[in-house]
Every structure is written in C-alpha cells, then in structure tokens.
C-alpha cells in the first residue's frame, strides 16, 4: 500500500501542471524562505524610522554611518543614486539623477535640515559662451607670436569645466602684456563655481594646444599676460568636459570609474572618477528603458533588444546588440547582482551577465504566466541571491515574487491587505531591504513569524487508495495540516506534536495533495495507509 513523504521542500513551478511537479515541489508557496530544505515563514517587517516626505518613490542610505538610522535620503520621484567615486573623497559627495537637472552634494550640504538630502549644487560645470575680448600690441618678425585665448570655470571642489569660444588670433609682440576682459563672472544656478582659469595657445599656429596661463577669481573680468612661452603650464584637458544633459536617467557607477546614464536613445559616460565630466555618448538605435552596471560592463535595458557596452576606457565603449527580444518593462525593476543584472522583461525575469542572456523565470512559469504579474508595474530588491519583484496585477491585486538564485526556487506573497510600498533600497552593509511603506521606512522580514502556507502538488496513485494516517515535523505547534483526495479537502487536522494523527476512512483517491499552514517552520510530512506503512517511510 502506498504511503507519501516529502521532506526536502522546495518551491513553486507553474510550468508544470500539478501531478507533473517533482515531489519536492508546490503549487503554492505563500510567505515563505526555502533555503535550507525546509520552510520557514517568512517575518513581518519592523519599522526604522518615519519618512521624511509622503510616499517617497525612492530612499536612499547615505554614508558609511554605524547607525542604521542614518542618513536617509527621500526623493519623491524615482532617483538614482551613487556615492562619490573618488576614494576616500574627503567632501563626501553623493550624486542623483531624476531625469530632470543632474544633482550632487557635499556631507556638509546633504546632512543639513529635516529632510535629507538637505542641499545639493547642479552637477557638472557649464562653459563660459562668450570668448575674451584680446588686446595687445602687434608683432612682427621671427619673435612675433600667434596666440588665442580661451577660459574655464572652476568649482570650489576643484572641477573643471569646458573653455569657452577661443578668442580671436592675435600676432602679438611677446615682450609686451596682452590684456584680457569681458570674461564672464559664471552662468547662472547653483554650480558652487568659484574661480576661472585661462589657456592660450602655445605656440605659431591656430592648431596649436591651449596651456595653462593663470587661475583668477570668478567676479574679476580682466587679465594683464606677461608670461612668456616657457613658463606655460599644463595643457588644458577638459574641451570634452561637459555637463550631464538634460534629463539625464539611470546613474550607476562602472568599475572602470566612469559614471553612467541615459537620455532617450543616448548612453552618456563620464571621464573615470570625474561625474562632472560628460565626454563622451554613444547613441543605439532603441528607446533606453534602464541601465544594469557590472564591472567594467553596462546592460543597456531597451523598449526591444538588451544592449551589452563593456570596455576599460569609456571612450572607447561600443554596443553589442544581444539578439534577444526581451524588451526592458519596468526601470525599477532592474537590480545588479554583482556579476550581472536582472530585469523584468516581457518575456519573463532576464539575466544578463558576461555570460550572456537568460531568463530566470523559464523553468518556474511561461512567458504568459509572468505577464499575468504585470510586469510593468514590477519594482525589485536583490540581497543574499534572491530577487523579490513587488507587482500589482491588473485588477489591483497586489503581491510579492521571490526567485531565490541559491536554492532555485520561486515564492510568493499576498500583499493586497497591507500598506502599498511605494521605495525599495538594498543596503549591502547590512544585507537588509528596506521599504518606505505607509509614512515609515521598515525593514523587510525581520519581525516575527507570518503564517505561511505551502500546499504540495499532487500525488497521483497508480490506483485508488485511502490514506489512513499522517504525521508533520515542526519545530513548534500547533500548525494546520488539510488533506486533499481528488481535489477536494477530506480532512482538517490542528497537530501538537509530531505524532501521527488519524485520517478520516470510508473512501479511495487517485490524487492527493496537502497544504500545511502555520507560523512555524516545518521540515517533513508523511502519510500513508497505515501506522506500520507510515514508520516504514520515516
């Protein structure tokens, strides 16, 4: 006679149909951790601390501060967020781009007033876009000298920016000074730029390089130059140097140092460990949706075909198309993994990696399946090689997803009775997600037992039987255990302990099926014709 034991527990596969899942395997497993064999609840959260503003769209945790507490940064739109690139950068800037102005700060700015962060500077430095007026005395001969002069401003932190238009040639006499003026006094915002630097040109020649002159104050518009060509300093490396765009999106940091984002079909990079300087762009032939950055690697997330840009230099840069059709859904979607980023694609969860493209999702549910999810409404956490997806199904349903990457399993969590989260982070400081939720951030499965619920596939008898006796291994009681034969619920039990308990006698099935349900974590369920049948299997 037969007799069912399942005690390595595993979870959801919807590709399958039920009497087709492995043993192992369920057809619901709600408020969940599968990750040693066993099912564990999944925790309810705990709330840190209040919100600074209502229903942020992002947070953000800035610094290196022990105290969890601090320092939370809310934004009201979706932002992208990044901490200086400079190592040990002794201001200790952080930078955010919401596709609108391209923002950054200094601590001493960011940690000010009661919503952080407090006070930002526009990133990046303009050009000056009007050329110095030159006038000097006329040259002639062998000594004369052809020169043209261009400025730059300069922030207090040091950036440069582009030099403006170059003045016009001038054959001047060396040995007399060429007076400068009607430089301008900065470009209006807030750039926190305090000072301007002038360049000529070193040498006969309108191709010659530009080297540095001399560094002024920002509100002085005139400059007397006596310096002779040898006393000349650096060459000026910062034509290229431009603000980030307008409506610059999707911040991440490569490993190369260079910062990177999107405006429409555009990737803009920065100069390594300079987010001031936007040199260089590469524009693709598809609306950019998001970007996932590892190493020296972006993903570039489309309204069709991923795009993969890898190299060490940012100038040298160029797409590959990945010949596949998973169109990026939901920019919050996207997480890095570290080797890779993943994404919700309209085909399922995309992973692209160095590897390669794949989709998680194919051996847990179908390309429809997955849309039933919504896809688009999707934003995600990665922490500890699991991807929680929230979503919120067309008819308002909302939920968690959890594709668990270590122990290859797929979970889930109703969560259409709580509080709408509206901003997930991943601290990697302390593996902790965090959630802005109801005017609180909270932390994510850190409070106590949740009822779980995971209900087995079925077990379909080569011929019909009755299952006279049960027993469930949990670490504490009491749980619920319902028996299901041929679909339909033949017995309720509340177990103390993990004895055996009777089920009910009178009747054959073909399929059989149980759910357990409880705030406990459990590790094995039998059941079997008999008592002797039953300790056979154990």
Known sequence: MPAIVVKALGGMRPIREPHLLDPSEAVLASNVRLQRGSVEPLRASTTLQATTVINPATIWRYGNDAAEGNWWFNFLVDTDVI??????????????????????????LLLTGASLPGGSFNLGVPAPTAAPAVAFTAGSGSTA??????????????????????SVLATVDPTAPVNLSAMQTGPGGPYNINRKRIYRTSTVGASAQFQFVAEITLATTTYSDTISQALLGEALQTEDWLPPPAGLRGLKMLANGAAIGFVGNTIWLTEPNLPHAWAHNVPIELQIVGIGAFGNSAAILTNGYPFLLSGADPAAMTPQKLEFPYACLSKRGIVDTGDGCMYPSVEGLASISSAGISLVSGQFMSPDQWREYNPASMSAAYSDGRYHCLYTKTNGDRGMLTFDLKSGTLSIADTSADVPVTALHADPRSGTIYMAQGGNIVRFDKGSNLTSRWRSGIYRLARP?????????????????????????????TPTSAYSFRLPAGFEASDWQFEIEGSSKWTRFAMASSVSELMAAQ
Do not use: C, Q
């Not at 000298?145 to 170059?166: H, N």
């Not at 027993?471 to 339909?488: K, N, Q």
């Open 83 to 108: 901490s200086s690139p400079i190592p040990n950068d002794p201001h200790g800037r952080a930078y955010w781009t919401d596709g609108s102005t391209a923002k950054y700060g200094p601590a001493s």
């Open 465 to 493: 039987a009755n299952m006279a006796v049960a027993s469930l291994h949990a670490e504490s009681y009491p749980m619920t255990v319902r028996v299901i034969a041929d679909g339909v619920v033949v017995h309720t039990a």
């Open 145 to 166: 000298e052809t020169r043209s002069y261009v400025y730059t401003y300069v922030t207090a932190f040091g950036e440069e920016g582009p030099p403006s238009p170059p």
